[in-house]
């Protein structure tokens, strides 16, 4: 079979992506961004002969067969849309849509092509989340009730970095990041382990600003916000999403009617596994706590891949689908990646109404593509230059200080 030809659009986060393409033995073919910096780095990593493009549209036009989109957080979907229309694969990062006008958009474009599309949610894949839903599957937890997950990532309200690298120009995302809408890692890791799609959500925010003198162009004041779906199923899912508490960590608890296991806060890579005394399996340790080990093929490409793992088996996903001409099991699958989305948009509508439930759509379902197919709510600056119309912030009125852009604005000029 001749190689899987795969452009690449937004080449820093791609690169990393594009990295494990390479080793599963597909082609780069083709890169697109602005950036020349990156993209002379990833010429120098990749080959010097690949193509490079500004302009989307002509990417797209060069000869490929997939497409890895790592573009900016609040714009993958129409991209995607273009992609599915000349039925290029594609593997969209997180999340899949930003309004719920654009999921619709995006589910009618999947349905008339002949491509896969994969979200690109790599944290069902690291080792202890794999752990946690063999033990799930195995059934000896009963019936699961309730799971809860955090995605933890702080980092100080001075660090330069954090600035330059992460929020480099003052319209940027993540500058205007709900505290719902960074979701994935948390939500994509239950639903892979436990099967349950969320229902319903609802959710609340926690203010706390960045200091009076840091340097930040940052509308959000908020540092976290929980997150509750009712599921399918009747289980309950208690997740942050970007949420920026004291000490980082990203766990998950999955809680049955026999028992329960959890990766451990703080030492992320151990399993705590335990079950009531009378519910307690044959020849099993109560309260056991252990480090797994990787049971794959190719584990030892694995423990060298990023995101513990998650990158090479996400690309490894993608490939196998595209050669087999399946689709990608939930919660990578289309109609899961705009689940996941809406839970994150209808979570901070629910936030900026007080906690008020929202009905969480499935676009299989042509009605409730009616309701949302007009639907544009964004709290992102467009590319076009259009100001968002909903708030970022559970305090709306909350904005950086003259100082703290004036401190902003000098951090970026170092």
């Not at 899949?96 to 002949?114: C, D, H, Q, W, Y």
């Not at 954090?162 to 990041?177: E, Q, S, T």
């Not at 959710?203 to 600003?209: G, K, Q, S, T």
């Not at 779906?229 to 289980?235: A, H, I, R, Y």
Request: hydrophobic fraction near 35%; aromatic fraction near 12%.
């Amino acid at each position: 079979m001749e190689k899987i030809r795969v452009g690449v659009f937004g080449v820093y986060r791609g690169l990393y992506l594009a990295r494990e393409f390479v080793r599963l033995g597909a082609e780069i073919v083709a890169l697109c961004d602005v950036n020349e910096p990156r993209i002379a780095a990833a010429k120098a990593e990749l080959g010097e002969d690949i193509a490079v493009y500004k302009d989307f549209d002509e990417f797209l036009n060069h000869p490929m067969d997939a497409v890895i989109l790592t573009n900016n957080f609040s714009q993958h979907a129409p991209y995607a849309v273009k992609c599915l229309e000349k039925n290029i694969h594609v593997l969209s990062e997180c999340i899949s849509n930003a309004t719920m006008g654009e999921a619709v958009a995006l589910v009618r474009a999947f349905e008339k092509s002949n491509a896969v599309y994969m979200m690109g949610e790599n944290y069902p894949h690291s080792l202890t989340c794999t752990e946690l839903r063999k033990i799930a599957k195995g059934g000896t937890l009963g019936k699961i009730l309730f799971a809860e997950a955090e995605y933890n990532h702080p980092f100080s309200d001075y660090d330069p970095a954090a600035v330059k690298i992460l929020m480099f120009h003052p319209k940027h995302w993540r500058n205007f990041l709900p505290k719902t809408y960074y979701l994935t890692h948390s939500l994509g890791p239950v639903m892979y382990m436990t099967g349950a799609t969320p229902k319903k959500v609802t959710a609340f925010a926690m203010f706390d600003p960045p200091a009076k003198d840091a340097p930040t162009a940052c509308y959000v004041g908020d540092k976290a916000a929980n997150i509750t779906t009712q599921n399918d199923d009747g289980s309950v899912f208690r997740m942050t999403a970007f949420s920026q508490f004291g000490g980082p960590n990203s766990s998950v608890r999955l809680c049955g009617t026999k028992g329960q296991v959890e990766n451990i806060r703080g030492f992320q890579d151990r399993i705590l596994l335990r079950y009531n005394p009378w519910d307690l399996p044959e020849n099993t340790e109560n309260n056991k706590i252990y480090t797994p080990e990787w049971d794959d093929k190719d584990a030892e490409l694995i423990k060298t891949s990023e995101h513990g793992g998650g990158d090479f088996k996400t690309v490894r996903l993608f490939l196998e689908c595209i050669k087999e001409k399946k689709q990608p099991p939930m919660p990578f699958d289309v109609y899961s990646a705009t689940t996941m989305s809406s839970v994150a948009i209808l979570g901070w509508r629910s936030v900026l109404e007080g906690g008020k439930p929202y009905d969480v759509p499935d676009f299989r379902k042509e009605e409730d593509r009616k309701k949302y197919e007009n639907d544009r709510l964004t709290p992102f600056w467009g590319t076009d230059g259009s100001a968002p119309n909903i708030p970022c912030c559970s305090h709306p009125e909350y904005k950086p200080s003259e100082k703290q852009m004036e401190l902003y604005f000098e951090e970026l000029a170092k």
